[in-house]
Nanobody, 122 residues
Framework: QVQLVESGGGTVKPGGSLSLACTAS????????MGWFRQDLGRERTRELV?????????RYGDSVMGRFSISGDDAKNTVYLHMNSLKIEDTGVYYC??????????????WGRGIEVTVSS
């Protein structure tokens, strides 16, 4: 139905910047929201919200990234971006893209990407 491809992860030093991108493809009529969640590298803790943005461009951020990260979307490309600044060691984790979309044969549904690793290390 919907495939998500994430890109842009890697390793960066504390205080550095990194940007992630997630592009959706497949069969969908509407994308209602797109966002990023993250989980520890061991994938043991619950995923937490990093940032999300609705079709109406309303954005929301997790408390720990407020003021450092920004989310934006490109409707024409079905892509959501996460710009991360002033990165901290505790930002290390697996970042997952999530979209909520509806299509010709399915109602509003969540789709998840496979995740991309971000490591902040000196």
């Amino acid at each position: 139905q919907v495939q998500l491809v994430e890109s842009g992860g890697g390793t960066v030093k504390p205080g550095g910047s990194l940007s992630l991108a997630c592009t959706a493809s497949g069969s969908f009529a509407s994308i209602h929201s797109m966002g990023w969640f993250r989980q520890d590298l061991g994938r043991e803790r619950t995923r937490e919200l990093v940032a999300s943005i609705t079709a109406g461009a309303n954005s929301r951020y997790g408390d720990s990234v407020m003021g450092r990260f920004s989310i934006s979307g490109d409707d024409a490309k079905n892509t959501v971006y996460l710009h991360m600044n002033s990165l901290k060691i505790e930002d290390t984790g697996v970042y997952y893209c999530k979209i909520v979309a509806s299509g010709p044969t399915y109602p509003r549904t969540q789709f998840w990407g496979r995740g991309i690793e971000v490591t902040v290390s000196s």
